[in-house]
């Protein structure tokens, strides 16, 4: 963007040789290792370096520019608090996947600004989207255990299970 070289090309891409120079070998090295830590973390920006690549200067400025797919975020649960982390999530940048198990509750009415909504049981889809899954991707699961009650919790003839692998709720008096 300006200094020496106004116009210079370098093209930098994880796991390829870099392709071009900005003038100068040491500018060079400098701003492909720069260019690589952008590329993780999907950032597009401008940097200033000095005229051979030296730190905390101004005399070349470079605009690296990033082409990385956005972030994914994967949501177990389609509860309530879903939806306002999807809104979040979006804004933030990240491509949003609702899944929950439960097709009356996973739906693109309830979750209009999800990218995807998928009705699969959480692990089936996490196996089949797994692999894909980068260090800037993010995973939130809301658990919720399934109560069976027959009558009232609070009374003597509480009949409210948890299924053992949940063990007991300290919310509910009386569980065995």
């Not at 998928?118 to 260090?135: A, M, S, T, Y």
Request: net charge positive; with cysteine.
């Amino acid at each position: 963007i300006e200094g020496e070289n106004l116009g210079a090309k370098l093209i930098v891409g994880d796991g390829i040789d870099s392709q071009g120079t900005l003038g100068d070998l040491d500018l060079d090295r400098v701003v492909v290792r720069d260019t690589i830590g952008e590329l993780a973390g999907g950032r597009s920006g401008i940097r200033h370096y000095g005229p051979h690549g030296e730190a905390r200067e101004d005399a070349v400025s470079i605009f690296i520019e990033s082409f990385a797919p956005p972030p994914h975020m994967l949501i177990f649960g389609a509860v309530d608090f879903t939806g306002a982390l999807v809104k979040i999530a979006k804004v933030m940048g990240y491509r949003v996947t609702v899944c929950d198990a439960r097709e009356v509750f996973a739906t693109k009415r309830r979750f209009p600004n999800a990218d995807e909504v998928v009705v699969d049981w959480p692990h089936r889809h996490l196996e089949k989207v797994g692999d894909r899954l980068g260090q800037r991707d993010a995973v939130r699961a809301y658990p919720r255990p399934q109560v069976r009650c027959a009558g009232n919790s609070s009374s003597p003839s509480n009949r409210c299970r948890l299924p053992r692998r949940y063990g007991k709720s300290p919310y509910m008096r009386g569980t065995p």
